[in-house]
């Protein structure tokens, strides 16, 4: 299994601290002063990453009102495509800053490329990773595209069954592909924790022997640190500066605080999934002394009797386990004892 690599010279993999990614998606609401406040704001929340998706309305579909060009119903009810898009769409014009920025930073920054003039874009930026969007799982051209560029690439499953899944992860791997991640996505907007699936993190794992993460699209980040505990190494969850600003994926998406939640918490839940296996914790040594163990409570002169008037199972724990109670009843002791020893086979030998 693909154990861990890096993006941005950031280890990602078991063992390590969940590598977070903040989706900017079409939060800037077409500011380019929001969009860098956003990468700002996920800078200073702990977030790995911020990334972008790099398309134009005329790189998605066409400019038609007609059947199948019209949503209908969900959250973007009565839209066309290419008025969604080119409404939630990032001009190309502020890749370069955005990555600029980013470095400056600390906090890398890469994106989600729907088509070949997109790649070429990304490429020239020196893109540390490139992200396959589920709605583009089964463009494998595409992929066989990105995998060409040998940056570590990670592809959400939202929506693609188990042969879409296969036939994605063996192009990138035939088109040369060695760093491949999938993220378990529900394709909801925004999804019902019900409807999340969890296990389908380790299946994934399994199935196709690469790490698995979550692109998470529920309400609260409960799913994220869940997801965490299933073994997920990489979080992605769209991210706003305020949902009152509206936009197209506000709905779904993390404020500032929200995400440093998900980045805290997350990492808790990786810290307590560590280790395995019956073992007594360091936090645990010093409250050894409060367990039950055998004392004797009353003196007893030499020769004297263990018996149930002297001797009782009581705090601290340094006597011996009350489990040798049965045993040691009716024994005699070897020297005098004082009320409050700890009892040891010594007292009998």
């Given at each position: 299994m693909t154990t861990a690599f890096a993006i941005a010279g950031r280890r990602i993999g078991p063992g390590e601290r969940p590598y977070i990614i903040a989706e900017m998606s079409g939060n800037h609401n077409g500011q380019f002063e929001r969009?860098?406040?956003?990468?700002e704001a996920a800078k200073e929340a702990g977030a790995d990453a911020l990334k972008l998706q790099t398309y134009t309305a005329d790189t998605m579909t066409i400019d038609i009102d007609g059947p199948g060009f019209q949503i209908e119903g969900g959250l973007w009810n009565g839209r066309t495509l290419y008025n969604?898009?080119?409404e939630a769409y990032t001009p190309w014009e502020w890749h370069a800053p955005l990555f600029k920025r980013g470095r400056q930073l600390g906090i890398a920054v890469f994106s989600s490329p729907f088509d070949f003039t997109a790649v070429d874009l990304l490429e020239k930026l020196d893109a540390p990773a490139y992200k396959i969007a589920s709605f583009e799982i089964i463009d494998l051209p595409l992929i066989r595209r990105v995998a060409r560029v040998g940056r570590p690439i990670i592809i959400s499953t939202g929506m693609a069954n188990?042969?879409?899944?296969r036939e994605a992860v063996e192009t990138a791997r035939e088109a040369g592909a060695r760093d491949i991640m999938l993220l378990h996505c529900v394709s909801g907007y925004p999804t019902p924790a019900?409807?999340?699936?969890l296990p389908m993190i380790k299946l994934l794992a399994e199935t196709f022997d690469v790490m698995v993460g979550l692109s998470d699209h529920t309400n609260d980040i409960g799913v994220a640190v869940a997801a965490?505990?299933?073994?997920?190494?990489?979080?992605?969850?769209?991210?706003?500066?305020?949902?009152?600003?509206g936009g197209p994926d506000a709905a779904f998406s993390a404020e500032p605080a929200e995400l440093a939640a998900l980045v805290r918490n997350t990492a808790l839940a990786a810290e307590a999934c560590s280790g395995g296996g019956f073992r007594r914790a360091p936090s645990?040594?010093?409250?050894?002394?409060?367990?039950?163990?055998?004392?004797?409570?009353?003196?007893?002169?030499?020769?004297?009797?263990l018996n149930e008037m002297n001797m009782r199972a009581i705090r601290p724990g340094f006597g011996l386990a009350p489990k040798y109670y049965d045993q040691l009843l009716g024994k005699r002791?070897?020297?005098?004892?004082?009320?409050?020893?700890?009892?040891?086979?010594?007292?009998?030998?």
């Open positions: 969009a860098m406040a956003i990468l969604l898009y080119r188990l042969e879409e899944i019900v409807d999340a699936n965490v505990a299933s073994g997920a190494t990489v979080i992605e969850k769209h991210v706003i500066l305020s949902r009152a600003d645990e040594e010093a409250n050894r002394a409060f367990r039950r163990s055998l004392y004797v409570v009353d003196d007893i002169p030499v020769g004297g009797v002791v070897s020297r005098a004892v004082k009320r409050g020893t700890p009892v040891s086979w010594d007292l009998i030998g």
